[in-house]
C-alpha cells in the first residue's frame, strides 16, 4: 500500500534562502508524481507534474526531481520569497495512472521578509 | 478558460442534515474525481465519475455518501444525514484524459468546506 510522508511539517526561512522540501513514497511502483501549492483557505495550484520516465522538471524557481529506486522527490526552491509561503503538497498517482493520487500531509511553508 | 469551479465554497449544516456539493470540470474535461481533505491531514481520494458513469467509488463511504455526474450539468457530491465526522474540504478536481493516459495531470477546484455543527 503506498504511503506518502512529507518533511518537515513546517519550516520558516529568511527571504531569499535556498530550501528543498522532501517526499517519500514506499512504492517505487508511480505513474507520476506531482507537486501543489495550497494557500489557506484556497484550494490546490500545481506546480510541477513528473512522469515515472523522468527525473526531475523545472518551472521558474522551482525544480522537482524523482528518484523512484530511493522512493523519494524533492522539490527545491530558489531564492525564496513571502510570496511563496503556502503548504506544499506532494501526491504520488499509482500505476496504472488511475487518479488516485495518495497525498502527503504537506509541508507548510513560512518565508520571513 | 475558467477552472474547477466548486460551490458553494463554505457550508454550514447541523447534525441530520444533507449536504450537498456542485462541482463544474474545466471546459473540455469530461473526468471528475472528489477528494476529501479532514483537518491536519492529506487528502483522500473518494470517487472518480464519467458523464453519467460511475467509475470507481472505493473512497467513498458506503452509508450516506453519493456522487453522481449527469449528462447535463455539474457533478454533485451528496452527503446525507450529516454527522460532525463529516466536516472537512472536499474538493473537485478533472482531467481531460481517460485515467491511465496522458500526462495524468489533475486540475483542482478552491474547494468547499463544510461545517457540521
Known amino acids: 500500500k503506498q504511503e506518502v510522508t512529507q518533511i518537515p511539517a513546517a519550516l520558516s526561512v529568511p527571504e531569499g534562502e535556498n530550501l528543498v522540501l522532501n517526499c517519500s513514497f514506499t512504492?517505487?511502483?508511480?505513474?507520476?508524481l506531482q507537486w501543489f501549492r495550497q494557500d489557506p483557505g484556497k484550494g490546490l495550484t500545481s506546480l510541477l507534474l513528473?512522469?515515472?520516465?523522468?527525473r526531475e522538471q523545472t518551472s521558474g524557481r522551482l525544480n522537482a526531481s524523482l528518484d523512484k529506486s530511493s522512493g523519494r522527490s524533492t522539490l527545491y526552491i530558489a531564492a525564496s520569497q513571502p510570496g511563496d509561503s503556502a503548504t506544499y503538497l506532494c501526491?504520488?498517482?499509482?500505476?496504472?495512472?488511475?487518479?488516485?493520487?495518495?497525498f502527503g500531509t504537506g509541508t507548510r511553508l513560512k518565508v520571513l521578509a | 478558460n475558467a477552472g474547477v469551479m466548486q460551490n458553494p465554497r463554505h457550508l454550514v449544516r447541523r447534525r441530520g442534515q444533507e449536504a450537498r456539493l456542485r462541482c463544474s470540470p474545466m471546459?473540455?474535461?469530461?473526468?471528475v474525481y472528489w477528494y476529501r481533505q479532514l483537518p491536519e491531514e492529506g487528502l483522500k481520494f473518494m470517487v472518480y465519475?464519467?458523464?453519467?458513469?460511475?467509475?470507481?467509488e472505493s473512497g467513498m463511504p458506503k452509508e450516506r455518501f453519493s456522487a453522481e455526474f449527469p449528462k447535463e450539468g455539474p457533478s454533485i457530491l451528496r452527503i446525507q444525514q450529516v454527522v460532525r465526522g463529516d466536516s472537512a474540504a472536499y474538493f473537485c478536481?478533472?482531467?481531460?484524459?481517460?485515467?491511465?493516459?496522458?500526462?495524468?495531470?489533475?486540475?483542482f477546484g478552491e474547494g468547499s468546506r463544510l461545517t457540521v455543527l
Open positions: 501526491a504520488a498517482n499509482p500505476p496504472p495512472g488511475t487518479y488516485k493520487y495518495i
Open positions: 512504492d517505487s511502483a508511480i505513474y507520476n
Open positions: 465519475l464519467q458523464k453519467e458513469n460511475i467509475i470507481d
Open positions: 478536481a478533472s482531467s481531460p484524459q481517460v485515467a491511465g493516459s496522458g500526462t495524468g495531470e489533475l486540475f
Open positions: 471546459k473540455g474535461h469530461s473526468h
Open positions: 513528473i512522469q515515472s520516465s523522468q
